[in-house]
């Protein structure tokens, strides 16, 4: 299979992360060093190409002046790693060593404070001794690596994102960002700092407005490093749409989006082995991957501040209606509605989520799979889940009978019939601006959903257990 610009970026990215959990020499530090670099060159030869350049603009990560939307989201570890060392991006040669990267990824896990200039970066790397790693100068200026710095706004376009998701960029990125180090607090033994995540969770929540649709659009990217984080952000996602959906109070949204930024805290503690496995756990990784939801409640309660509803989430987030599930719980347990909610919304999230060994699923397969496992959810909760996303839930992008492309705004009365926002002509060039189209109005009847445009998956439900 080819190798991607974002699998050459979900390696950096966790490479950088690796360093700062482990020693120089540590095997999993070398390992990945030897895979990047192997990767990396696999990526050159079927490019023809010698260099590899990444670059910032902004708050964006850019590859040949097209923006990596998603990486710049969830890869924002990488985009504030490069502004501290004061450049625009890295430019690696075919011929860099694993030692080099080594080197590197040491350089930026030891840095505690913003380098002075670009000079002062450059020297830290000529210090170490790598050559084939090199620093751009910032965006701005006119001997930036990249190439013409005009072509991309036009590329970050793309006919499907508005303005204002790009606008919305760096506040997802400080909700990943928050997210991740609560992840790395807790693996650490650190306190988590619940405070901030709540606080993330209440911006996420002012942004959202009524641009939901954007928001999905922007978070619905396969996630870098552990699949955790963008998927925790998603649960959070979807269970504040629900809670405005049911016109839950302002306060109880915001608790619902911290809880579910923090629901699987606990997989801090599994094994990066069991965590990254494809395919079928083994009775005794099962066993490790089914402790995560007390190992969750039992950081948050260490960390004195997170919320009952955030605690009981953690720990009850895996519980089924019917009392199966785990932990092993008394009855009471699945009583309490915002956890059987996030429930709903994990298995949800899992199914309709990219993996690295399957595809997504859509809403249709999604909600056949979880209405067809009877006693696992709550049923009132689930048919209002359904009834508040529709087939074809806000963000999706679908294909019209009449052969233009659409991005949902927001499910109809009638869940087969949106309301749409049509983004590409019938010949499939880009439209100049969105005209919105509501599928569910009299005059539109004719006009009907082809399908979603993007394809379904085959995978065994077993297999989703380390997803969620
Ligand atoms: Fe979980
Ligand atoms: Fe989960």
Redesign the pocket.
């Known amino acids: 299979m080819a190798v991607k610009v974002d699998d050459i970026v979900t390696l950096l990215s966790r490479g950088i992360s690796r360093r700062q959990i482990y020693f120089d020499n540590h095997p999993e530090v070398i390992a990945h060093s030897e895979e990047f670099t192997a990767e990396l060159k696999r990526f050159l030869d079927e490019q023809g190409e010698s260099t590899f350049f990444l670059g910032v603009a902004g708050r964006q990560l850019v590859y040949e002046s097209h923006l990596l939307l998603g990486a710049s989201i969830i890869g924002c570890r990488i985009v504030d790693l490069l502004q501290e060392l004061s450049c625009g991006g890295i430019r690696l040669q075919c011929s860099v060593e694993p030692w080099e990267i080594r080197a590197w990824f040491g350089l930026v896990a030891d840095l505690t404070e913003p380098v002075a200039d670009l000079a002062t970066a450059r020297a830290l790397l000529d210090a170490k001794g790598i050559r084939n790693i090199e620093l751009s100068p910032v965006y701005d200026d006119p001997n930036w690596f990249g190439q013409e710095s005009d072509s991309i706004p036009h590329k970050i376009a793309n006919g499907n994102l508005s303005d204002n998701a790009i606008a919305m960029i760096p506040a997802y990125q400080s909700v990943y960002g928050s997210v991740e180090k609560a992840h790395t607090d807790a693996a650490d033994d650190s306190a988590v700092d619940v405070d901030t995540t709540r606080e993330m969770s209440g911006n996420m929540m002012k942004s959202m407005g009524d641009s939901f649709m954007d928001i999905m659009q922007l978070v619905d990217y396969p996630d870098f490093d552990s699949y955790t984080v963008g998927h925790s952000v998603r649960v959070a996602m979807l269970a504040a749409f629900i809670g405005r959906y049911l016109n839950a109070p302002q306060d109880f949204i915001l608790e619902l989006g911290a809880a579910g930024l923090l629901?699987?805290i606990?997989?801090s503690r599994v094994p990066d082995d069991i965590i990254f496995k494809r395919g079928r756990l083994t009775a005794e990784e099962r066993h490790i991957m089914e402790r995560?939801?007390e190992d969750g409640a039992a950081i948050l309660l260490a960390g004195n501040n997170a919320s009952p509803l955030t605690i009981s989430a953690a720990w009850g987030?895996?519980l089924r209606y019917d009392y199966k599930g785990y932990p092993a719980s008394p009855p009471w347990a699945i009583q309490n509605n915002a956890t059987a909610l996030l429930h709903i919304c994990?298995v949800y999230e899992a199914l309709t989520a990219v993996r690295p060994y399957k595809k997504a699923f859509s809403p249709r397969r999604a909600y056949e799979i979880m209405l067809f496992d009877k006693g696992a959810f709550h049923p009132v909760l689930l048919r209002t889940f359904i009834s508040a996303l529709g087939l074809y839930p806000a963000g999706s992008c679908v294909l019209l009978s009449n052969g233009e492309r659409a991005v949902v705004a927001k499910a109809g009365v009638d869940i087969q019939r949106p309301l749409v926002e049509i983004t590409h002509e019938r010949d499939g060039s880009p439209v100049i601006s969105r005209r919105p189209l509501d599928l569910g109005a009299a005059q539109t009847r004719d006009i009907e959903v082809n399908g979603l445009l993007n394809a379904e998956a085959n995978v065994e439900s077993a297999e989703l257990s380390s997803a969620?």
Do not use: A, W
Request: proline share 10%; glycine share 10%.
């Open positions: 629901h699987d606990g997989k995560h939801p987030h895996h994990d969620v």
